[in-house]
């Protein structure tokens, strides 16, 4: 059955270039530097339409590669059909697309992000992407600070979405929708229209249609002031981040990779909000973050808990109290998930396992020209044999777009905690040369020729049984 039509009309004035006020953000927040290869995460909506048209006829001198990616959360009937549509866009605008559709049935927004940004993670893999660009805009982020508000939260929720989170990047969130939507006009961009927005089922729906014409109607600066809010909670966040970093350092007595040992009475001494600080910033380093009700069950034990007792909050982390000291603990690995490797002997097909503290990755490879959804191809004639996936080692280095880079720069960059560097899967040749990084993606030199075998491989993660 063939393609339906593209519904989209372009102008002449579309080779006109990006808005100066865009190019400007762009040049100076570097949230796509120049040469990067951007995965962009398009829905079909009008505002992830713009954003590709943006990056595709605006941007002569950045020097961006572009793929795009869409994924189906089956949410509503004939949601398969989007698919159709944004494959055409992506050819007319001749922009590789990796699709992606959910597994099961999603019942909440929750639900849906999470899978929707676990497949733009897994295809930016696969197309080697440094960047991954959402078309979120100011009011998505007013929404998200009054649903936030409403549900009550602290300072840091209060900064709403970042503009970067790892390689996930927001060029539009400086602009509103009415922006966007003059820019769709201006240039004759027609795009499909998600019927999911108006169901009030959805939080963020009731707020942008009941709550925010309310808002505009009796406080028409409220925007503006919200937005603000957000502006001052980042920045005096970003203010805290060093100093916490050297509050916990004065009072930490030692540090491996399963637990953080505090002086207690240094803790004590510090102002119950800044103990909370601390408290999040030593779970952060041991990989997870506690959020407002473990906060307050750690604060409460640090207040009163006595030597030889502890806590255990979500996730199986814990704080226990020795004598003088608070020792934050890490989940334990168990003694018998010892690392081990996975050799790839020659190319062909095969499957196999590495683990990899305690976690277990099952991995399958082939070497073919047609790419199935989740599938990273790598060119064979860069690979050395036996290749072997393994753990991340001191030294690995991977080739970028601009060079290559160690990959503990690259972890930090990402914002991959220390205590999950251990995890991730590395994929290296006989040389030494890194290949591919889990989270990271492929080498910028390991692009197999367009339509010639490539070496093919997946993962998932996997366990005993």
């Known amino acids: 059955m ?8 372009l102008t002449t004035e579309s080779a006109t270039g990006l808005d100066p006020g865009v190019r400007r953000r762009l040049d100076r927040t570097g949230l796509l530097p120049s040469g990067s290869h951007v995965l962009i995460a398009l829905s079909g909506g009008v505002d992830s339409v713009c954003l590709l048209h943006v990056l595709r006829f605006g941007c002569d001198g950045f020097g961006f590669a572009l793929t795009a990616a869409h994924f189906d959360h089956r949410m509503r009937t004939g949601s398969n059909e989007d698919a159709h549509w944004v494959r055409g866009l992506c050819r ?19 639900a849906a992000r999470r899978a929707r940004y676990a497949f733009l993670e897994q295809a930016a893999d696969r197309a080697a992407a440094d960047r991954i660009a959402t078309a979120h805009h100011a009011d998505d982020q007013i929404e998200t600070i009054l649903f936030r508000l409403l549900r009550g ?34 240039r004759g961009i027609v795009a499909l229209d998600d019927p999911t927005n108006i169901d009030r089922r959805f939080a963020r729906n009731w707020i942008r249609h009941d709550i925010l014409p309310v808002l505009d109607r009796q406080m028409p600066g409220a925007r503006a002031a919200l937005l603000r809010l957000a502006s001052d909670a980042a920045a005096e966040e ?48 041991l990989g997870r973050m506690p959020g407002r009700s473990g906060t307050l069950a750690a604060l409460a034990f640090i207040s009163t808990g006595s030597s030889g007792h502890s806590i255990i909050l979500a996730g199986g982390y814990r704080i226990e109290r020795e004598f003088d000291r608070f020792v934050f603990r890490a989940p334990p690995i168990p003694e018998e998930a010892a690392d081990e490797a996975l050799e790839i002997r020659r190319s062909g097909e095969g499957r196999g396992r590495v683990r990899l503290a305690g976690r277990i990755v099952e991995f399958a490879w082939r070497t073919a020209t047609d790419v199935i959804e989740g599938e990273v ?28 880079r160690k990959l503990k720069k690259v972890f930090a960059e990402r914002r991959i905690p220390r205590s999950d560097r251990n995890r991730v899967c590395v994929l290296a040749g006989s040389d030494g040369r890194v290949l591919w990084v889990e ?22 993660d996997g366990n005993d049984g």
């Open 2 to 9: 063939p393609d339906p039509p593209v519904a989209v009309r």
């Open 92 to 110: 007319a605008w001749e922009v590789p697309l990796i699709e992606g559709a959910a597994s099961e049935e999603l019942r909440s927004e929750q």
């Open 153 to 186: 939260t602290g300072l840091r929720g209060l900064a709403g979405i970042p503009a970067q989170r790892g390689r996930i990047v927001r060029p539009l969130l400086a602009w509103d929708r009415a922006a966007i939507l003059a820019y769709a006009g201006r």
């Open 238 to 285: 970003a203010a805290w981040n060093p100093v916490i970093d050297d509050l916990l350092d004065r009072i930490r007595i030692q540090q491996d990779g399963n637990a953080i040992r505090l002086a207690r009475a240094g803790m004590l001494g510090y102002h119950r909000l800044v103990r909370g600080r601390i408290v999040r910033r030593a779970f952060e380093r």
């Open 377 to 404: 191809p790598l060119d064979p004639g860069v690979l050395r044999f036996p290749l072997r996936v393994r753990g991340w080692e001191p030294g690995d280095r991977i080739r970028g777009a601009a060079g290559t």
């Open 439 to 460: 989270g990271v993606g492929r080498a910028a030199d390991a692009e197999p020729p367009m339509g010639a075998p490539a070496f093919l491989f997946r993962w998932a």
